[in-house]
């Protein structure tokens, strides 16, 4: 990737950015979007957490002469905690739990950001997630704006209730809401930069597109705007043409990021009957290297250890998909009616995990579920409950021309501010 090349002249230049959204879910639309681009002859550059992340997606891209990544050093991520001091109810809970409440940690990122814009000096910005670039290219430059639901708010205040076990949202949220906002506010005015009338403003533009099924956009209720379909959904009409061959194997998303996965994966690795197809990012290397010494036993199911992420048309290959719960894996695998056991920790994991078993199309393990100390024992019931699942979001995805038509709504608006 040549640093040179995004500046090129006569070039036109967009900067891809997201903050907050450290997984391939939040990553893999913005990577959509700038293959189209690119082959129309653009210079794309990427601000994200990291360039590993980016490769593993697009590894043909390492050495593109239209593409550029910078690592943005990020706010701190947020995992769902027990503690009664981290409870989560809105996404306020989320991006205080990320550092936006800290004036010094704003004023630090918004002045990284700041140089980052006039050095690149982008035609237009595309962020998901971003709060921070959304903020400082305000006013300077055209922002587009992707989301999946839950990373990209209705336009109101207080922020609505997020998580779905609590019955109503606490004065103390509201209270943490618009301490958030002030803070938020002043390292703004402080930078000469506009000031936002509410949170959902640092996450929002004039042009937004909230990319997700509406069963799985945690915010319906509260909703005004239209939605699109992900962009990231595989064929479907490649999915049906597959979903009645025979499924002999299973697929699991192992992560070391999921603090008890290690225990699950050891857990089925004595109850299940098939083979598995196991993949683990490549940066993650204890995962790795806990999986390489499982599978060198010759005692597991273990089929393949992947190097590299399955497309996601190939799920519908597999007779079941044992992940964390991510929405890009969710979405592709109800699509093409491949059932899944989930274990969700993050709130945005456990939101979908709620969605997809109320439509009966997954089954999900909580955490507290793994730690019981007969969960061994109870693990069979549960594949047998996830391999009876037969429901997919057929009423809410029909063709390939949709998908298609989503894609070309959001790149015909990024083609207006650079014509």
């Known amino acids: 990737m040549a640093l040179e090349s995004f500046t090129a002249a006569g070039s036109r230049r967009i900067l891809f950015a997201t903050e907050l959204g450290v997984g391939s879910g939040h990553l893999a639309p913005l990577c959509e979007l700038a293959d189209s681009l690119l082959q ?4 794309c550059r990427f601000v994200i957490p990291s360039e590993q992340g980016l490769l593993r997606l697009r590894p043909e891209w390492e050495s593109h002469p239209q593409i550029t990544v910078r690592e943005f050093s990020g706010w701190q991520p947020i995992i769902r905690q027990s503690s009664p ?3 989560t109810f809105s996404l306020a809970d989320v991006l205080v739990a990320g550092e936006l409440a800290q004036s010094e940690a704003v004023a630090s990122k918004l ?3 700041l140089t980052e814009l006039a050095e690149s000096q982008p035609d237009v910005v595309v962020a998901e997630f971003a709060p921070g670039i ?3 290219s305000r006013a300077r430059v055209p922002v587009v704006t992707l989301g999946t639901g839950y990373s990209l708010p209705p336009d109101m205040s207080p ?4 998580a779905f076990w609590e019955r109503e949202l606490p004065q103390s949220t509201v209270a943490k809401e618009m301490r958030l906002l002030d803070t938020l506010n002043h390292v703004l005015l402080e930078f000469g930069l506009e000031s936002i009338p509410n949170v959902a403003s640092m996450l929002r533009s004039a042009d937004n597109f909230v990319c997700t099924f509406a069963c799985l956009d945690p915010y319906r209720k509260h909703r005004q705007e239209p939605l699109y379909l992900p962009l990231t959904l595989p064929d479907p009409s490649a999915a049906r043409e597959l979903q009645d061959t025979a499924k002999l194997r299973g697929f699991v998303y192992y992560s070391v990021k999921h603090p008890l996965f290690r225990s699950m994966l050891q857990a089925l690795l004595t109850q299940i009957a098939f083979p598995l197809d196991v993949y683990s990012p490549p940066y993650e290397r204890e995962a790795r290297q806990t999986l390489q010494s499982i599978s060198k036993t010759g005692r597991t199911p273990i089929h393949r250890i992947l190097e590299r992420p399955i497309p996601m048309g190939q799920l519908s290959s597999y007779c079941m998909c044992i992940h964390p719960g991510g929405l890009g894996v969710c979405t592709s695998s109800a699509v093409q009616n491949v059932p899944q056991l989930l274990t969700p ?4 994991s456990l939101l979908n995990a709620r969605a997809l078993y109320q439509l009966k199309a997954a089954w999900p393990l909580l955490p507290e579920q793994i730690l019981e100390s007969d969960f061994v024992s109870k693990l069979q019931g549960y594949l047998q409950r996830t391999a009876e699942i037969s429901v997919r979001l ?6 390939t021309e949709q998908v298609a038509t989503t894609k070309e709504i959001i790149l015909k608006r990024i083609r207006e501010f650079l014509s």
Do not use: K, M
Request: hydrophobic share 40%.
């Open 85 to 87: 001091d981290s409870r």
């Open 159 to 162: 922020l609505p209730l997020l």
């Open 111 to 113: 002045s990284w950001l």
């Open 345 to 348: 920790i993050s709130l945005e």
């Open 394 to 399: 057929e009423s809410e995805f029909v063709t």
């Open 134 to 136: 959304t903020a400082v």
């Open 40 to 43: 129309e002859g653009h210079h």
